[in-house]
């Protein structure tokens, strides 16, 4: 039976449309940016007089190949090889232009001398410099006033590439967690790999660990790439372990980033294993610079203190237009996070999930709206932050104790809260718990808590964020309803 178009169908094409847009240009930028581009310079640390036994200091190795091929960056851009060893260094900086490529069994070890000799005006300063803060953030994270830079850092870079043939990047991160336990460490400590305003960045075919033995407790090092304020990034292909008993040892984090696709990784470590930020209070709120369009794809993972993909807590600069989708998440605390608190301010809204398995997992989905952390004490707590149109879809879990703990902020509830075909398999006997939340559901087992209750579809898929590929069809023969993809 034929029918005419309605003013509904018009308008459910174009949210279609719209939507279907930013994904398809999202999902060939992942493909296009070039990883596999040769340079026409190539040298390798060893010219440099670089000793790759694990005891021979590299820093200064490192920043002079840096420095002679920063006159290669206009001319095509270079490569700086690290061959099979272990190669010792402190924090060095990247340039435009450049690939860093780490053959085969080729490791890269971060120094543990104690940053605390520098300050002393010993003469390895280099090691571990101490750097500003992020203005997003106010403060270091973990201490006030500045941070350490990170072991592999850039800034207002572009056109860098760090791969190779499963070499391994480790921060050594024990050290630096006897040093903050013992409050020794004066600054928030480094990342293992930082880079900051750039654009056109590959990471891949590597791997990331932060103590080479696997038995010992808490690291410090953050086991992060931290992305903080780019677009156009590339992650693929990595393999990033940390003990998962290791606090904030966090994975990947793009921070007030755009444009970023993370696809094919594994992550096993003691934090979330991909935490999209954008600033944090008041700083975040006025520094105003949000995550926007990150693709995640193909994730597997475990973490034992985290959680597989956490938005937040820091959102105060906005987090919009997240798509997530092919992820298997196991042993873990919780899958799906979405942490923030009063005070944040700022937004996250239009976030997709999709295609999700989880086994051994506590919390399937959760939100936190009292999460707390403040900088200090001049957070505005009338700053509310609004989380709505939040999709998640086709999601399945076995020994899974809670569906959903969903706890929005009274006076601000979470709203367009969608769940779309989740089926868990759940120990708990109030498997949903909602307060303040807003939103629809359909086929979901078992059954949602009363607040998401009401249908999708026919009536509220515009309400839903990216839903739109799934019609009612109202034309249908059959009594039942029945949801058909394009
Ligand atoms: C990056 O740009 C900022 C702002 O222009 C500047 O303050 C900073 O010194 C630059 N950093 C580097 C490493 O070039
Ligand atoms: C980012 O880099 C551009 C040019 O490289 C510079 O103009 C801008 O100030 C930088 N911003 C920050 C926050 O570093
Ligand atoms: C992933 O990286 C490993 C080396 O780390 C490589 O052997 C493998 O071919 C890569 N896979 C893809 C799909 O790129
Ligand atoms: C890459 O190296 C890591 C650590 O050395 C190892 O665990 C992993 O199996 C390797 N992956 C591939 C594809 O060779
Ligand atoms: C990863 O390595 C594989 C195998 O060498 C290669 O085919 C692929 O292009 C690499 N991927 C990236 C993004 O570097
Ligand atoms: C769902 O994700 C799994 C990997 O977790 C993948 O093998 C499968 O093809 C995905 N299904 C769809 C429909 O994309
Ligand atoms: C529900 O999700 C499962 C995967 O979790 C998928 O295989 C199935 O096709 C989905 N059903 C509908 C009606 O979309
Ligand atoms: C729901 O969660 C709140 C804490 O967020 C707890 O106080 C309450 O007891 C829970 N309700 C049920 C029925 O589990």
């Given at each position: 039976?034929k029918?005419?178009f309605?003013l509904?169908?018009v308008?459910?094409?174009l949210?279609f449309l ?11 930028q992942?493909?296009?940016t ?5 340079r026409?310079?190539?040298v390798s640390?060893?010219?440099?007089g670089a000793?790759?036994?694990g005891v021979?200091?590299?820093t200064?190795?490192?920043q002079?190949?840096?420095f002679y091929?920063n006159?290669?960056?206009?001319k095509?851009?270079?490569?700086l090889?690290?061959?099979?060893g272990r ?5 060095f900086d990247l ?5 860093l ?9 971060g ?5 605390l000799l ?11 410099p ?12 973990e201490?006030?006033g ?7 850092y850039?800034?207002?870079l ?12 480790d ?9 903050f ?9 480094p990342h ?10 590959v ?6 660990l ?10 410090i ?8 304020m780019?677009?156009h990034?590339?992650?693929q292909?990595v393999?990033?372990l ?8 966090d994975?990947?984090?793009p921070?007030?980033?755009?444009d970023?696709?993370i696809e094919?990784?594994y992550i096993?470590t003691?934090d979330?294993l991909i935490a999209?930020k ?6 975040g709120i006025s520094y105003g610079?949000p995550?926007?369009r990150?693709?995640i794809?193909g ?6 203190l ?11 600069g ?5 798509h997530?989708?092919n992820l ?17 301010g700022?937004y996250v ?6 295609n ?5 997992v506590?919390i399937?989905?959760?939100?936190t709206g ?22 998640i879809?086709d999601v399945t879990g076995?020994?899974?104790k809670?569906?959903?703990l969903l706890?929005g902020i009274e006076?601000d509830?979470?709203?367009?809260i969608?769940l779309?075909n989740i089926?868990?398999?759940v120990?708990?006997?109030?498997p949903?718990?909602?307060s ?6 359909n086929?979901?087992t078992?059954?949602t808590?009363d607040?998401?209750?009401e249908s999708i ?6 309400d839903c ?6 019609l009612?069809?109202s ?7 029945r949801?058909?993809?394009?």
């Amino acid at each position: 039976m034929k029918r005419s178009f309605t003013l509904v169908d018009v308008l459910l094409l174009l949210a279609f449309l719209s939507g279907a847009s930013w994904a398809v240009k999202g999902s060939s930028q992942c493909r296009q940016t070039k990883s596999g581009m040769i340079r026409p310079h190539s040298v390798s640390i060893t010219e440099f007089g670089a000793v790759g036994d694990g005891v021979t200091l590299n820093t200064k190795a490192f920043q002079n190949a840096i420095f002679y091929l920063n006159s290669f960056a206009d001319k095509g851009g270079a490569k700086l090889f690290v061959p099979a060893g272990r190669w010792l260094t402190g924090s060095f900086d990247l340039i435009s232009h450049l690939t860093l490529w780490l053959d085969k069994n080729a490791v890269i070890l971060g120094s543990t001398v104690s940053p605390l000799l520098l300050l002393k005006g010993h003469l390895l300063m280099d090691d571990w410099p101490v750097v500003d803060p992020l203005p997003s953030y106010g403060r270091g994270r973990e201490l006030p006033g500045g941070r350490h830079r990170s072991l592999i850092y850039g800034r207002n870079l572009t056109d860098i590439i760090i791969t190779g043939d499963n070499g391994t990047i480790d921060g050594q991160g024990r050290i630096w967690w006897e040093w903050f336990q013992s409050g020794t460490l004066d600054y928030t400590r480094p990342h293992l790999v930082e880079l900051m305003n750039s654009s056109g960045v590959v990471i891949s075919n590597l791997t990331f660990l932060n103590s080479p033995f696997w038995t010992i407790p808490p690291c410090i090092l953050q086991l992060r790439l931290f992305l903080w304020m780019n677009s156009h990034v590339r992650v693929q292909n990595v393999t990033i372990l940390a003990p998962l008993d290791s606090p904030n040892t966090d994975g990947i984090d793009p921070d007030s980033s755009d444009d970023v696709c993370i696809e094919d990784c594994y992550i096993s470590t003691g934090d979330d294993l991909i935490a999209i930020k954008s600033g944090w209070d008041e700083y975040g709120i006025s520094y105003g610079c949000p995550s926007t369009r990150i693709i995640i794809r193909g994730l597997i993972g475990e973490t034992q203190l985290g959680s597989g993909i956490a938005i937040g807590s820091e959102m105060s600069g906005g987090i919009s237009e997240v798509h997530a989708e092919n992820l298997q998440f196991f042993n873990s605390v919780t899958a799906i996070r979405i942490k923030t608190s009063p005070g944040r301010g700022g937004y996250v809204r239009n976030i997709y999930i999709s295609n999700v398995t989880l086994d051994h997992v506590d919390i399937a989905i959760r939100f936190t709206g009292q999460y707390g952390e403040h900088p200090d004490e001049f957070f505005d707590p009338n700053a509310l932050p609004i989380i709505e149109r939040i999709t998640i879809k086709d999601v399945t879990g076995k020994n899974i104790k809670v569906a959903g703990l969903l706890e929005g902020i009274e006076g601000d509830n979470f709203r367009n809260i969608c769940l779309s075909n989740i089926t868990l398999n759940v120990i708990s006997e109030s498997p949903w718990n909602c307060s303040y939340i807003e939103g629809y559901s359909n086929l979901v087992t078992p059954e949602t808590c009363d607040s998401l209750k009401e249908s999708i579809f026919p009536k509220h898929y515009l309400d839903c964020y990216h839903l739109s590929r799934h019609l009612w069809s109202s034309s249908n023969q059959n009594k039942g309803a029945r949801l058909w993809s394009w």
